[in-house]
T-cell receptor, first 117, second 111 residues
C-alpha cells in the first residue's frame, strides 16, 4: 500500500508476556520512528532509525523495550515481560529524511493498541 | 516527558466558525509542525513552519510562530464537521531526532 502499515491493530496480552509489533514504512523512506501514545496524550518519542541503523533510542522507557530494522525497511518493536503501564497505542512513522536533522513531514501508521491485562 | 502544551485542551464550535489553537514549547527549535489525529487513527501532517518564519498559510490553515515567546498558533477558518479531530503541535530540535508533541487540542465542530 501507499501508507505506513502497522500490525496487529490490536493486541491483548497478559502481564509478563512478550509482544512484537510490526511496522511497514512507506517504500523508500529512510527514516523510521516509533512513538508511544497514552490515552488522551500526545505521542512520545521512543526510538529512531536511519535505514538499518538505530541512531537514537533515548526514549525507550526501559531495557524491556527493543526495536530493530535489520534490512532498513520493516521494523519491529518488541516489549519483553510486559507490564500494565505498557498499555498504550504504539505509532510508527516514516519520512524521506536522509540526513539527521533534515526534517521532512513524518507519515504515521494507524498504530497498534496494546492492552496488558 | 512532553515539553509542549496546547490550549485549549478542548474546543467546541459551530460549523463555519474559525477555530484557534495555541501551543507553547520550552526548548529551542528548528521548526514547528502541526498534526491532526482522527479518533483511532494515526497522525496526519498539516503544516510546517521554520524557526525563521513568522506566519504560514495552507488552504484554510494559518500558522504563526513567535520564537521569543516560544509559542505558536493554528487557525482553521470556515470550519467543517470533517475538521473534528485532535490537533497537536510538534517540534524538532534540541538535539533530539524524534518529534516532541504537545498534549493536543480536541476540536469538535458542531454541524
Amino acid at each position: 500500500g501507499a501508507g505506513v502499515s502497522q500490525s496487529p491493530r490490536y493486541k491483548v496480552a497478559k502481564r509478563g508476556q512478550d509482544v512484537a509489533l510490526r511496522c511497514d514504512p512507506i517504500s523508500g523512506h529512510v527514516s523510521l520512528f516509533w512513538y508511544q501514545q497514552a490515552l488522551g496524550q500526545g505521542p512520545e518519542f521512543l526510538t529512531y532509525f536511519q535505514n538499518e541503523a538505530q541512531l537514537d533510542k533515548s526514549g525507550l522507557p526501559s531495557d524491556r523495550f527493543f526495536a530493530e530494522r535489520p534490512e532498513g525497511s520493516v521494523s519491529t518493536l518488541k516489549i519483553q515481560r510486559t507490564q500494565q503501564e505498557d498499555s498504550a497505542v504504539y505509532l510508527c512513522a516514516s519520512s524521506l529524511s536522509a540526513r539527521r536533522g533534515q526534517w521532512q513531514p513524518q507519515h504515521f501508521g494507524d498504530g497498534t493498541r496494546l492492552s496488558i491485562l | 516527558s512532553q515539553q509542549g502544551e496546547e490550549d485549549p485542551q478542548a474546543l467546541s464550535i459551530q460549523e463555519g466558525e474559525n477555530a484557534t489553537m495555541n501551543c507553547s514549547y520550552k526548548t529551542s527549535i528548528n521548526n514547528l509542525q502541526w498534526y491532526r489525529q482522527n479518533s483511532g487513527r494515526g497522525l496526519v501532517h498539516l503544516i510546517l513552519i521554520r524557526s525563521n518564519e513568522r506566519e504560514k498559510h495552507s488552504g484554510r490553515l494559518r500558522v504563526t510562530l513567535d520564537t521569543s515567546k516560544k509559542s505558536s498558533s493554528l487557525l482553521i477558518t470556515a470550519s467543517r464537521a470533517a475538521d473534528t479531530a485532535s490537533y497537536f503541535c510538534a517540534h524538532s530540535g534540541g538535539g533530539a531526532d524524534g518529534l516532541t508533541f504537545g498534549k493536543g487540542t480536541h476540536l469538535i465542530i458542531q454541524p
